[in-house]
């Protein structure tokens, strides 16, 4: 028997050739209570000026600040309060000269005042209060349409929503808003050796730790996937279920069997089903037997089975894709600038991700990885909130050296109250 023999291609254009065919979704209609994490499929005006009228910033007293010329400690120039307004109600008054009302915070400012006195300035007299500085006009008034204007574009189809964009969404009166459809994601687990939770791990056996991490990726992006059973390495079981998950699913996430391997049986499934595969070698370290292919507008996903190249493999090419179908502006993973923590002294023609964990110092941002770090590790990648690139070539790497790191898991950042 020979050995297939594969062409591995760049890391990026494996990303690119997966990225150009990736169909985007249609759109659907969800009420903004669900739309948390969806992409915004429309343009969002302002339906009003934001603030909608021209409002108190503190509790305090709106005067005429002409009223207020020439106050100082000297000079402590004294008001009358014919008023007095909350949040939510407008005074029917309009001011005289020496006049103010009191007023709270979000409060109309009345007719004919112009500036507002913080509590803080004032001392309280019989029938009002003094001041003892001038105020100019305007000062601490929140004008009308000065934060966005009535008609104006304030969010763009493409963002995530965010919480931010639902209190927009909220502050607009949106019950519902246009997003694009999220994918919906089948994961696979392939292997023989694999085993649920329950069963007993006889000789030879492991129990099945990829579709669960593959199901909770998807998860940390909001995105339910259904689990199948694990399948054997059996040519006809692999092509019957993934031809299902490909009739009920988006995109197919399976892992294991991609490899040359005499059960490895993914690459066969594949040339069945007459799917076109985008490439099945990558210049990467772990997961170089990537695969993906695609039939129709249906991704498929064949990541290696050890647990290591499996994450990089969906954080590379499965998030990005998820990102792009849902017609996100942001698809491709944040990569940042830190400096390594360790020796890696051996090269590697590969491109190398390890599994590291950051640190925010004073000094920097330090990446070191987490702990044991071959393609077989599982308890690093818990340890680990990004992945160390470390470019192939003929050279190692030293503690110290500058290096690129995608962030994985920005929840799990060291954190310290540094305030
Ligand atoms: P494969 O990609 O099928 O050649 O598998 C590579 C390695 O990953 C083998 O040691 C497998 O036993 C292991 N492996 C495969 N699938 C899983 C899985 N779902 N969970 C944990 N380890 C796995
Ligand atoms: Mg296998």
Known sequence: MTVEMRTPIPVKEAIERVIKVVKQLE????????????????DIKATYDIPRFDKSPYDG?????????????????????????????????????GEAVRIMTGAPIPEGADAVVMFEQTVETETGFTIRKPFTEGENVAFQGEECKENEYVLLKGQRINSGVIAVLATFGYETVKVSKKPTVAVIATGSELVGPNDPLETGKIRNSNGPMIESLCKEVDIEATTYNIQEDNLQGCIDIVEKAMSEHDIVITTG????????????????????????KVQMRPGSVTTVAYKGEKMLFGLSGNPSACYSGFHLFTKPTIQKMMSADAIY???????????????????????????????????????????????????????????GGTRGYQKDDDVKVLLTDHQSYESKLTL
């Open 27 to 42: 759109t659907e209609t969800v009420s903004i209570n669900e739309s948390l994490n969806y992409i915004l499929a429309e």
């Open 61 to 97: 007293f709106a005067i005429k600040s002409a009223d207020s010329k020439g106050a100082s400690g000297d000079n402590r120039i004294s008001f009358k309060v014919v008023d007095h307004i909350g949040a939510g109600t407008a005074s029917s008054v309009t001011l005289n000269s």
């Open 333 to 391: 993973p944040v990569i940042i600038d830190a400096k390594l923590n360790e020796d890696f002294k051996k090269a590697n023609p590969f491109t190398r991700f390890i599994r590291g964990k950051l640190s925010f110092t004073s000094q920097g941002v330090y990446a070191e990885p987490s702990g044991f770090n071959k393609s077989n590790a599982v308890v690093a990648i818990a340890k680990s909130n990004g992945m160390i690139i470390l470019p």
């Open 257 to 280: 069997g991609v490899s040359v391997g005499d059960f490895d049986y993914l690459p066969k499934v594949y040339d069945a089903i007459g799917a076109t595969v985008l490439f099945n």
